[in-house]
């Protein structure tokens, strides 16, 4: 399991011979599913080149405040609030005495003042140095403050001293990045959302669909995203930005969903919120049907069945807990039961459609989420948003009891 998955962690890196580590760190904190972006001081670039750091991270390493270009990209504010975590590897003893302190003389010392994400100073130094009574006086100080110490340890330094002082292994220090995170409800689970409507083309210009808006399957991602899920959104046309740190497919018709959906699987959980087309025109004219005295009368347009994603997904070998959705005008629960039992699905959330300011393209809903043992659990009007946390946090107690 990725434990970092799609955190964002500024690395820092001070100027003291440990900087050749942080290549490594790097690599370990990837592996683990961060995003990286690094931020180096002067010293720190005496000992790595910013280029190494930038081949291994993927992005263009941060060295100076006063940089047009690099604050043109990602200033060093939208650094501060893009970060989850800002891990300083080494942090050496100046650095220290200059967080300690509160100075904002260089990019790095800057973004611990700007950032409102968990700090963790990684000290690497000389053991006299580590024991100094200012150094431990520093530390004291930011520590009373909030920021956290991972090391130093204790051992043979490149100076050849032998004591405390020397940085922790790149391999450490990424668990203890991870142990910043708390396991969240969803945390390692991948979870895999169908949202909006889908199109299926008459002839170049002309498609059956509905009302789907998308808002609701757009802010189960989000939850499931705020529960620590990895979400994959496989999406209808809508008009809706991406959530935050999801991965999005757009697709038009039922057939590209299900053909999206299967690309994605695995999946821990799907959830199928979309609104898909039960049938398809069976021919799609390849030029724009004409009205000619054959039609005078009227036209016969014949369709054939889609396929059904949500029992397609849910009969697979490598199920995942699968939750639907009923929309109905009538008859809610009993077609909602059925549904759940002819789709194999663990839970079914039903959707009143009838009533105008719940359901397709409306800003609240409300539902009944019905299990396989038929007992029903209601969820009042509220937001879209309000209701798919409370989907979110039902479904992740349910797939804790089935494991
Ligand atoms: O997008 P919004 O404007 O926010 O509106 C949200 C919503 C009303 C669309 C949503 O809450 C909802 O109820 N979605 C299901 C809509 C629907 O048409 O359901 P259904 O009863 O036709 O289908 C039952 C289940 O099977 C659904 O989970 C559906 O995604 C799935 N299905 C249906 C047909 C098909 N070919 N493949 C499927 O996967």
């Not at 590209?256 to 699987?265: I, K, P, S």
């Not at 009944?368 to 659990?377: A, G, H, P, Y």
Request: with cysteine; charged share 20%.
């Amino acid at each position: 399991m990725q434990r970092l998955y799609r955190k964002r962690i500024v690395l820092g890196v001070g100027g003291g011979i440990a900087a050749y580590k942080s290549a490594e760190l790097v690599r370990r904190l990837l592996e683990q599913g961060a995003e990286v972006r690094v931020v180096m001081t002067r010293g720190g670039s005496e000992f790595i080149t910013p280029l190494t750091l930038q081949a291994l991270s993927g992005h263009p390493v941060h060295l100076d405040l006063l940089d047009p270009a690099a604050e043109a990209a990602m200033g060093h504010i939208e650094l501060a609030r893009w970060a989850d975590l800002v891990l300083i590897a080494p942090a050496t003893a100046d650095l220290i005495a200059r967080i300690a302190q509160g100075l904002a003389n260089d990019l790095l010392t800057t973004l611990v003042l700007a950032t409102d994400a968990t700090v963790a100073l990684a000290p690497a130094m000389n053991q006299a140095m580590w024991r100094d009574p200012a150094t431990q006086a520093n530390l004291d100080t930011v520590q009373a403050r909030g920021l956290k110490l991972f090391g130093p340890a204790s051992g043979s330094q490149a100076c050849g001293d032998i004591g405390l002082g020397r940085m922790l292994e790149p391999t450490d220090l990424a668990h203890l990045a991870a142990d910043c995170f708390q396991r969240q409800a969803l945390t390692g689970k991948h979870v895999l959302i169908t949202a909006g409507p889908t199109q299926e083309n008459i002839d170049p210009v002309r498609y059956i669909t509905n009302h789907s808006s998308g808002k609701m399957g757009f802010a189960l991602a989000e939850a499931a995203i705020e529960a620590g899920a990895r979400v994959t959104l496989v999406t209808g046309p809508v008009h809706l930005p991406t959530p935050d740190r999801a991965s999005r497919i757009d697709v038009v018709s039922a057939r590209d969903m299900l053909a999206a959906c299967e690309a994605a699987m695995p999946c821990d959980i799907l959830i199928a919120s979309a609104a898909v087309a039960d049938y398809r025109p069976e021919v799609i004219a390849a030029q724009k049907l004409k009205k000619d005295p054959a039609t005078a009368d009227g036209m016969l347009l014949r369709m054939v069945r889609n396929p059904d994603i949500l029992a397609t997904l849910s009969g697979r070998q490598d199920r995942p807990f699968s939750v639907g959705f009923a929309a109905e005008t009538e008859n809610l629960l009993d077609y909602a039961a059925r549904k759940l039992r002819d789709k194999n699905l663990d839970l079914i959330v039903a959707n009143d459609v009838a009533n105008p300011s719940i359901g397709f393209n409306s800003e609240e809903n409300a539902c009944s989420v019905i299990d396989r043992q038929l007992n029903e659990t209601l969820l009042p009007q509220t937001s879209k948003g309000k209701i798919a946390r409370q989907l979110i946090a039902l479904i992740a107690t349910r797939i804790h009891q089935v494991q």
